[in-house]
């Protein structure tokens, strides 16, 4: 036993590292039927983004203080990103609005926060998926619970990050 560290060390640089290199290491691939990942977009191909205004779940939370910041994350990488915001449980009329909005994509990708509890991510998603042909690929992101991937069609991409915090953002 020694004395305690001091609280600045909270969040110092050794920290920010081990966190980004957790971050890269827990990301799942967990299905990628049609050899999707990693993506390669063609001349002038874009990506539709489309995820969830994150929120708090549980009394503890703080994810509605955050920012994505995927889009950004993507775009600084020279993808040329078309952000869609969500509500956490999307309507049908607004699913099939998303969905008729992201025809025109290359790449959709789709991130859920919790589809297991909100019926509308995974319609969603599955509507995203159902509306890929040959031409444009669908990944649906679980971006908290590994559960979501159960909900999302066979026949797309699925990856898992465990959180939304920028390192898990920023190794997706």
């Given at each position: ?96 609005a998303l ?10 990708l789709v ?26 690929s669908c ?34």
């Amino acid at each position: 036993s020694g004395e305690a560290p001091p609280l600045e060390i909270v969040g110092c640089g050794d920290h920010r590292a081990l966190a980004r290199d957790i971050a890269r290491a827990s990301v799942t691939l967990v299905s990628d039927p049609r050899a999707t990942l990693p993506l390669h977009l063609g001349a002038g191909g874009r990506v539709a983004l489309i995820a969830p205004v994150p929120l708090d779940l549980t009394p503890a939370e703080t994810s509605s203080y955050l920012q994505l910041g995927l889009a950004q994350r993507l775009r600084d990488r020279g993808v040329a990103v078309d952000e869609f915001v969500t509500p956490i449980d999307p309507t049908p009329a607004e699913v099939a609005a998303l969905a008729g909005a992201a025809r025109t994509h290359e790449v959709v990708l789709v991130a859920t926060i919790d589809a297991v509890t909100f019926a509308g991510q995974a319609g969603l998603v599955g509507e995203l998926a159902a509306g890929a042909g040959d031409r444009r690929s669908c990944v649906a992101v679980a971006l908290r619970s590994p559960y979501d991937v159960g909900r999302y069609p066979a026949s797309i991409a699925a990856l898992c990050t465990y959180g939304i915090q920028a390192p898990q953002i920023e190794a997706l």
